[in-house]
């Protein structure tokens, strides 16, 4: 009430006081940052909006596949005005949405109102991998690092490419998928067209995927096989090329034609070392039968 008497009689009229209330409070704003105000549910505070804020969970590292598509993105907080540049080494690839980089595969991606702002690199090379950086334009700028991993990743069936397994007996085939920018969630094996976890005309198969640490592994079982089983099968990751292996089901009575991938013919055993061995001894038992006797003849001959 002093004060209000005070700012009275100087003023010396109730506009002049309304007047000075007003800019008292704008004052107040302008210095505290803030203007409390009372209401039916409480006290409210409304504050001013803080400054860019770069959110490091959803600016992190990315691990691409070579010849695939690689999202480098930073998310910002407030950023107002501003813009965020993309850039590597000391060279500045994008700004905001326009693209300075020579090379076409590096664009800008960034829908108004979103927070986030990115860098997309199409057919990803070796060459790309290392550090990037993206930077809001404040003053003095705010940046981070990011850094792009690029992996090669493979696909075999081991054994492969043609398998030969006796009629009757299992055969397990397995799939390694190595390398790869991410764990496959899904692993197919086809046979003829048809999914073969889904083929009802064959009920003796079984399908069992395994992620480990660094690769994932694909086990793929024929029980009893049968003649129909031969033919091409498909290993086929999410996102990877496929692989393939011919499968050949053989006859028991057919043994000379097991073979693996590599070898031209049946491999040589124990027991055809010692056949080859009794063969050489008794070749030359032979020839030293001949010779003695031949020894005989011309002694024979001189005497007479």
């Not at 007047?19 to 505290?32: D, E, H, I, Q």
């Not at 998928?177 to 899904?186: F, L, M, T, Y």
Request: aromatic fraction near 6%.
């Amino acid at each position: 009430m002093a004060t209000v008497s005070a700012m009275q009689a100087i003023c010396g009229s109730t506009s002049c006081l309304l007047v000075s209330w007003f800019v008292v409070m704008a004052g107040l704003t302008m210095c505290g940052g803030s203007v409390s105000s009372r209401s039916t549910g409480g006290l409210s505070r409304t504050r001013l909006p803080a400054g860019p804020q770069l959110l490091l969970q959803h600016s992190r590292n990315v691990t691409a596949r070579l010849n695939g598509t690689a999202i480098l993105n930073c998310r910002v907080r407030h950023i107002g005005g501003r813009q965020v540049s993309w850039g590597r080494g000391f060279e500045v690839l994008t700004g905001g949405l326009t693209r300075f980089a020579d090379d076409r595969r590096f664009q800008p991606l960034h829908q108004e109102y979103s927070e986030d702002w990115g860098l997309r690199i199409l057919s990803v090379r070796r060459a790309d991998a290392g550090w990037y950086f993206c930077q809001v334009s404040t003053s003095p700028p705010v940046s981070h690092y990011l850094h792009l991993t690029v992996v090669e990743p493979r696909v075999e069936i081991v054994g492969g490419p043609d398998l030969y397994i006796n009629r009757g007996s299992s055969a397990n085939l397995t799939c390694i998928i190595r390398d790869a920018h991410k764990k496959p969630e899904n692993v197919r094996w086809t046979h003829d067209n048809k999914l073969v976890q889904f083929d009802q005309a064959r009920a003796g198969v079984r399908v069992r995927t395994v992620h480990e640490m660094n690769h994932t592994v694909s086990y793929f079982l024929i029980v009893r096989a049968l003649p129909s089983d031969s033919g091409e099968y498909f290993c086929d990751p999410d996102g990877l090329e496929q692989v393939k292996v011919i499968v050949h089901v053989l006859n028991d009575d057919h043994p000379a034609a097991m073979q693996t991938s590599g070898h031209s013919g049946p491999a040589a055993g124990p027991g055809s070392a010692l056949r080859l061995l009794t063969c050489l001894l008794l070749t030359l038992m032979w020839g030293l039968a001949a010779l003695a006797r031949h020894t005989q003849t011309q002694g024979g001959t001189n005497k007479q």
